[in-house]
């Protein structure tokens, strides 16, 4: 995690000096970005025949975590599979913003200017920068939780224009059962997110929906930048009986240093995905970011093939996760909190540390 952290701010150091265009830089950065992932391992079937043709697929990934390096590596996977192998007959010029939208734009335009065939467009603000530069580049995105109030797309089933992908919606409902499961005698829940991120705000309304259902009370807690995030948490001690996090991408790049704030004041976090369980959460029931990835290549892999991209892309239904959920469990968060969870649970989990 140190370490991703540290290629994040080197990344966004050379945007600021403007050396997107550094090609070979790209590359390193994408291959690195494909070694992080733990389930990275697929065997690329041969090369398919492309009739010399070598496709040029631009990423913009919005930060360095887990969840997103993960749906990359599946991305990459799952072309390779398809007989679309790198540097044999396409080529992938990787871009990451280091979580900072302001980085956005200026990548979207070197994307743009690279000519290439299609963009990938990891997370929300990745694909907002670029819905405001392109209509001629067929784009997809993944881990995007709600394209439709995000302003991306008018309609999940008939996106139109250049834009469809996969969203990374989560099972909300399913989480708050998980939260219930591991502890039943919570009352009062915190729901923190990010005030900027229409995703999050999403998801925080059918959280609510989810607790008040089940007779728990709701309480919002918003930030606006991760430095609010300790002293936010401080405020919940003894308010609270558990924190609930979706996933948001600004608390998700600094889960770290989250999880230690919650543990430090006694509050369980149920997280969004996994990832943010390894870095401290205590547990999730969650969806599979690497096989996101994959199904967003299956997209990719039509637009490729098609003799028309842009209305190929346009006609592409969102496409949902349904299958493949996992619930992760941090057994060292746990045994801080001096909580108990069942062997029912633990037996179906992904445990960290592993």
């Known amino acids: 995690m140190k370490t991703r952290k540290i290629l994040a701010l080197i990344l966004a150091l050379a945007m600021t000096l403007c050396v997107f265009a550094a090609c070979s830089k790209n590359a390193d950065n994408g291959k690195e970005a494909t070694e992080a992932g733990a389930d990275a391992s697929a065997e690329p079937a041969n090369a398919k025949d492309t009739d010399g043709k070598v496709f040029k697929i631009g990423v913009m990934q919005f930060g360095e975590f887990d969840a997103l390096i993960n749906a990359y590596n599946g991305f990459k ?4 599979e ?9 080529k992938f010029n990787y871009l990451s913003a280091a979580a900072e939208t302001a980085n956005c734009p200026s990548i979207a335009d070197t994307l743009i200017g690279d000519e290439s065939d299609l963009i990938l467009a990891i ?30 797309i008018e309609s999940e089933e008939t996106p139109g224009g250049n834009i469809s992908g996969t969203s990374d919606m989560n099972p909300v ?14 009352k009062t829940v915190a729901v923190m997110y990010c005030s900027s991120e229409s995703n999050s705000a999403a998801q925080y309304e059918l959280a609510k929906a989810a607790l008040e259902e089940k ?7 918003t930030i606006s930048a991760i430095d609010e995030a300790k002293s936010a948490i401080e405020s919940l001690k003894g308010q609270v009986d558990a924190l609930y996090i979706p996933t948001d991408n600004t608390l998700a790049d600094a889960m770290t240093l989250v999880a230690d704030a919650a543990k430090e004041n006694g509050i369980p976090t149920i997280c969004g995905e996994s990832g943010m369980v390894a870095d401290g959460g205590l547990a999730t ?9 994959k199904q967003t290549a299956e997209m990719a892999v039509k637009v490729l093939e098609s003799e028309n991209p842009l209305e190929t892309v346009g006609s592409l239904q969102v496409v949902h996760q349904t299958e493949g959920n996992e619930i992760a469990v941090n057994t060292e968060t746990a045994e801080a909190l001096n909580i108990t969870i ?3 649970i633990l037996s179906k989990a992904k445990k960290f540390p592993e």
């Open 77 to 80: 996977d799952g072309l390779a």
């Open 82 to 90: 398809a007989g679309y192998v790198e540097d044999q007959n396409v």
């Open 123 to 152: 997370a929300t603000p990745s694909v907002l920068a670029l819905k405001e530069k392109t209509t001629e580049i067929p784009v997809l995105f993944t881990a995007v939780t709600d394209p439709v109030a995000s302003g991306i």
């Open 173 to 186: 409902k399913e989480q708050i059962d998980l939260l219930i499961d591991v502890l039943p005698e919570a």
């Open 215 to 221: 007779g728990l009370t709701c309480v919002q807690k």
């Open 285 to 293: 029931y969650g969806i599979d970011y690497y096989v996101l990835g």
């Open 342 to 344: 069942s062997e029912d």
